[in-house]
């Protein structure tokens, strides 16, 4: 029986340790954070031996779920040398135990299929239960969660740290403030300072509009205390391409902005962030005579992130595996270059990348113009990694709608791009713009909203 296997780990506890709680982890918290087991403090750690197989299934994909995978594998065999993870292992000084355990057939509920990889996850706990353990089973999974809570076991999500609380109070970039109709016109002649104005940023653009006449505006981006606003200047041409809307050219000034090295654009399909992003890199790489920060290439990558079937499981080589990926990138170059051959050239020559993020990871880059596309899919952890990899003389753009989310273990305001905005909002290095209105066609713009 499981109770004389596993003495160690079941065995009832009495005194003050009767107060200790037993988390039973699901396989995509440990997907999600590898450094969740060090988030219940002196509370012990279950593994159900299901999630040990589950987690063994994921270790190949290239995305950040197969990256977790990979890293609690090592995690877990490290705690392994240090003792019996079927007894338990100390997870580290002041910390609880980490052991893994098996359920037995009993604990499976009535109406339950036994072969089910989440049934077995709560029959784990409700045996855990029965030797006295004060079970809570954490799981981002609602349906186990609902589960779980059919059959009496305390469950609970696994709570990511947010950004914000909700997507609408996500910093938007853009501040609408009512001035006076001397101000308006004391910002033409260049030698308007906003004073006694709360809550504003390096970088933060600002609408002007007269209290008296609400047609009376003027665009201007805030650069700091005591300093002019500065007027924004509108541009001509981008490799072809012009702004149609004020949130565009907003977005071209920071593109074009020398002393901003770190740029997020948020914004619905067929908003045009992407695609004012590679022309103003194209203008930035390939015109760099033109322009007083010339940089050496311009690389354009996004997330490999699944909407289906994984990666291992497309045919061709790896180049070709990763062609859905980066064809939407394709799709925009050859757009802005209007003539493919001229692109093949720039890309055979290097001074255009574009590739997948997996191997984007563990580069240093220096003195690019680098677009990183899709990072609403990225965790915390991974667009950290990315951007501790840019050199000097490096600027990277990050774009993505955070309502458009298809990676499972982020959500609308946990997600890495929203973490950027909103941890970078402060710094003179930044800036950020969010787009609202779809410039992609009438038909693309009217999907957005009413589909």
Request: aromatic share 6%; proline share 3%; charged share 25%.
């Amino acid at each position: 029986m499981l109770g004389t296997i596993y003495i160690g780990a079941f065995a009832p506890q009495t005194g003050e340790l009767s107060m200790k709680k037993t988390y039973v982890l699901d396989t995509n918290v440990f997907l999600t954070d590898t450094a969740s087991i060090k988030s219940y403090g002196r509370n012990d750690i279950v593994i159900p031996t299901v999630v040990l197989d589950e987690i063994d299934k994921h270790k190949h994909r290239q995305d950040t779920a197969g990256l977790n995978a990979r890293k609690i594998n090592r995690i877990l065999d490290h705690y392994r040398t240090s003792g019996s993870l079927s007894k338990g292992v100390r997870i580290d000084k002041g910390k609880g135990l980490i052991y893994v355990a098996a359920y037995e057939m009993q604990d499976i509920p009535i109406g339950f299929k036994a072969e089910d990889s989440d049934n077995k996850i709560v029959a784990t706990a409700l045996t855990l239960q029965r030797h006295g353990k004060k079970v809570v089973l954490v799981s981002r999974d609602l349906n186990l969660r609902v589960k779980a809570d059919s059959v009496g076991i305390d469950c609970q999500d696994y709570d990511l740290d947010k950004a914000v609380e909700t997507p609408e109070e996500l910093f938007s970039g853009l501040r609408v403030i009512e001035v006076t109709d001397e101000d308006v016109d004391k910002f033409y002649t260049g030698n308007l300072v906003l004073e006694n104005i709360s809550f504003l940023y390096p970088n933060q653009f600002i609408l002007l509009q007269s209290k008296t006449n609400e047609k009376k505006t003027a665009l201007c981006k805030y650069t700091g205390e005591q300093e002019p606003v500065k007027k924004i200047v509108p541009h001509k041409d981008t490799w072809g391409v012009r702004a149609r809307n004020k949130e565009q050219e907003f977005a071209l000034d920071l593109l074009f902005d020398e002393n901003v090295h770190i740029i997020s654009l948020v914004g619905r399909a067929g908003s045009g962030k992407t695609l004012l992003s590679i022309a103003a890199g194209l203008e930035q790489v390939i015109n760099s005579q033109a322009h007083k920060k010339g940089y050496q290439k311009l690389i354009v990558t996004r997330p490999v992130q699944p909407m289906g079937r994984d990666i291992g499981f497309l045919p061709g080589t790896i180049e070709e595996k990763m062609m859905p990926w980066v064809a939407p990138i394709r799709d925009n170059l050859e757009h802005l270059f209007g003539d493919k051959a001229a692109m093949e050239m720039y890309m055979e020559q290097g001074i255009i990348e574009v590739e997948a993020m997996t191997y984007i990871r563990g580069r240093s880059i220096s003195n690019a113009f680098i677009i990183l596309d899709e990072a609403q899919n990225l965790t915390t952890h991974e667009l950290k990694t990315i951007i501790t990899r840019v050199g000097e003389g490096t600027k990277i753009i990050l774009t993505g709608d955070i309502q458009q989310i298809d990676n499972s273990y982020v959500d609308a305001t946990s997600n890495g791009l929203a973490y950027a905005v909103e941890k970078f909002k402060q710094y003179k290095i930044s800036g950020h713009v969010t787009l609202n209105k779809g410039e992609r066609s009438k038909l693309a713009t009217l999907a957005a909203e009413i589909l």
